[in-house]
């Protein structure tokens, strides 16, 4: 049995999108969002692990020695309830491996779920921060370089001008440029 034709990136990104804020406004969440991390496994298991960090982690993680915020002080991670995704979760993994070369869909589609939330900013549903961000990356094999990092926050939809404001805080310190 060949993978289904009727598959849409577009509406399973914006489903995750819609699933990950209604989580997030579950927590009941006091303090601004800046980060929203979606942690998932490349070319395996693309429904991520949701960890965040409000103001006042990103401000503890600042203040101390060494530390950088793009992994401390987050909070996390939050199961999501996949059953409501679980079809299309299984289609998109289906044509993942359906694919010629290396797998990219899935990658695109969590990639866009994060430019979703940014672009939406959770749909005011979750309060955030002027700093707030949604990435996804897999920290295993990706995000070890600066020039990494810019790649996956570009392609969720990060501005030039957010990832500046977010270098100049320190929330790449330890990554050197290459």
């Known amino acids: 049995m060949g993978p289904k034709t009727n598959f849409s990136i ?3 990104s914006e489903k995750l999108a819609i699933l990950i804020t209604d989580h997030l406004e ?3 969440i006091v303090e601004p969002l800046v980060i929203v991390d979606l942690f998932y496994h490349y070319a395996d298991w693309y429904l991520p692990l949701v960890s965040y960090i409000t103001i006042g982690g990103l401000e503890k993680s600042l203040a101390s020695p060494g ?3 793009i992994y401390e002080q987050k909070v996390g991670p939050i199961q999501l309830d996949h059953r ?4 299309q979760m299984d289609q998109l993994m289906e044509l993942e491996w359906s694919q010629q070369g290396l797998p990219d869909m899935g990658r695109r ?3 866009k779920t994060a430019a979703i939330l940014n672009q939406t900013r959770l749909w005011g549903r979750v309060i ?3 700093l707030f ?3 996804a990356a897999d920290g295993t094999i990706e995000g070890h370089s600066l020039e990494e990092w810019e790649e996956i926050l570009t392609a969720c939809g990060i ?4 990832q500046a404001a977010w270098k100049h805080l320190g929330f790449f310190s330890g990554y050197e440029q290459a």
């Open 10 to 12: 577009d509406e399973l």
């Open 109 to 111: 589609m969590i990639r």
């Open 128 to 130: 955030t921060h002027d």
């Open 84 to 87: 409501p995704l679980d079809e």
């Open 67 to 69: 530390g950088f915020a």
């Open 159 to 162: 501005t030039k001008e957010q």
């Open 26 to 28: 579950a927590v009941s």
């Open 133 to 135: 961000g949604a990435y």
